[in-house]
């Protein structure tokens, strides 16, 4: 009579090696997913929009590095981004799609507004197109002191924001460092033909809801976009 060789440890073992695999490849995916939001949070952080001309009356929306001609898709973190936006203190919805930009339609100086939660970060992207109008209306705006000028005013809320930091984009990918003195304001000089692009932002400590989920603390991101003509 041949002997019988038990089985129940061998299933056992067999079992107890499937749920290691399993768990496993359960870490694998959550390092994966926590990895994948990390890199979208400081993508955003550092990223921005802007606005940039399109025709008579139109707009488009982009969101990335300006300097770096990175320009984000509109179905990777561009349609993150750019979701619900107010264009000249109204919610509208793009006039036409394309790669990488949102379209719009709007006259004169234009602005947008869109807040996207982060985690617990609330970051308020402002971009406003075109320096003749002296007014601000964004919540962190940069304008011009008068018409077609090379000295601005960055205000938050209303109220000039001094001693901060405004990176100027020019024409050639080239960068420069302002800062704004007192009473907001800073002046540039604009020696090449073509579009030029102002970024700021402001960072205030403050508890609220969007959307029914929390933040801690909210990160205005602001720019302005012009073209100096030949």
């Known amino acids: 009579m041949s002997a019988i060789v038990p089985t129940s ?3 056992s073992g067999t079992r107890r090696d499937n749920i290691s695999k399993k768990e496993g490849n359960m870490r694998i995916i959550k390092s994966v ?6 890199g979208w949070t400081t993508m955003a952080s550092a990223h921005f929009v802007w606005l940039e001309p399109a025709g008579e009356n139109k707009v488009r929306a982009y969101f990335g590095e300006w300097a770096d001609d990175q320009r984000e898709k509109t179905e990777g973190f561009l349609g993150k981004v750019v979701v619900e936006p107010s264009v000249n203190g109204k919610k509208v919805k793009p006039s036409a799609t394309g790669a990488d930009y949102f379209e719009f339609e709007a006259r004169g100086d234009t602005r947008l507004g869109q807040p996207v939660l982060f985690k617990e970060t609330l970051v308020d992207y402002n971009a406003r197109l075109g320096r003749t109008d002296t007014k601000a209306l964004l919540p962190l705006e940069i304008a011009p002191t008068a018409a077609g000028g090379n000295t601005f005013v960055l205000t938050f809320e ?15 990918k080239w960068m420069k460092q302002f800062h704004t003195d007192e009473a907001g304001k800073f002046t540039i000089e604009t020696p090449w033909a073509g579009q030029y692009v102002l970024e700021a932002g402001h960072t205030v400590e403050k508890n609220g809801q969007h959307d ?3 933040f801690t603390k909210t990160r205005f991101v602001t720019t302005l976009t012009f073209e100096r003509a030949k």
């Not at 997913?33 to 990390?38: G, V």
């Not at 001693?163 to 050639?172: A, H, L, R, S």
């Open 158 to 172: 209303g109220k000039p924001l001094a001693k901060t930091e405004v990176t100027v984009f020019g024409p050639p």
């Open 212 to 214: 029914g989920k929390p």
């Open 9 to 11: 440890g061998r299933a």
């Open 33 to 38: 997913a926590a990895l994948a939001l990390l």
